[in-house]
DNA sequence: ACAACAATTAGCCAATTGCCTAAGTTTATT
DNA sequence: AATAAACTTAGGCAATTGGCTAATTGTTGT
């Protein structure tokens, strides 16, 4: 049987979570949370020549996280969101984790009282 | 009134993020959400001089993803959550305001059907 | 045809990253 | 007192990152 739920490869998560070490590359995806817009668009609220501009769309084509297509001289993009909730869940994943741990200190130490109270 | 309420600093979401990127320091906080270790117990499954290793933790502490202490000779690191908790968030944000932006394009979908009918 | 627009490519540069080895420091252990 | 253990510091190196300018390509408006 094939596996088609993959997990992440983890160079997605990588590439991922590199895309989003970066105040410039964060404020584009929240400008095209509220929907697609063009390069130029894209790029006007930052003090940057375009070409450094490209390179963030670049990194944030190549993590998945945005995509894109040209119609004559413009290129739109939109957000993908599916490798954003990947990197979510890995982050919640860990939490669970944490928090099943603390479950179990927390189960302990209600067991513990009750040893100290016989 | 003061902000108490302070929202993450922009600047420590970068540092997290690109924690994050890096699939050596998220072993090390899916190990340490089982619970604190001592430096060498960390670094022992990875296949790199002990220095390099004790870089990859010093990213995670000035990220404030890991936080440490030293008794003796030997260093005992903890997992710190509520960093990776502003991280979640952010990205949940951002997955807000994209569904929305889908759940008024469904209206907007259901308003254009009901004018198509009349 | 040609000018303007939107994006792209090429190439340069300084700073950062991620690895290494070698040598040092501070506790234990015998 | 000497050795071993557990980091820690210093310094070197190649690759990557994030910015720039200058020149180019393809498309649209006049």
Redesign the pocket.
Known sequence: MPNYQQSPDPHDLDNVF?AL??P?RRAVMTRLSEGPA????L?KPF???????????K?LEESGLVSSK???????CEAQFKRLSEAEEWIAHQRAVWEGRLDRLGAYLEALQSTEKE
């Open positions: 590199q070490a970066d410039t063009s390069v130029s668009e790029a003090d940057m020549a375009l070409p450094s501009f490209l390179q963030h769309l990194v040209k119609q004559g001289r413009v290129r739109t």
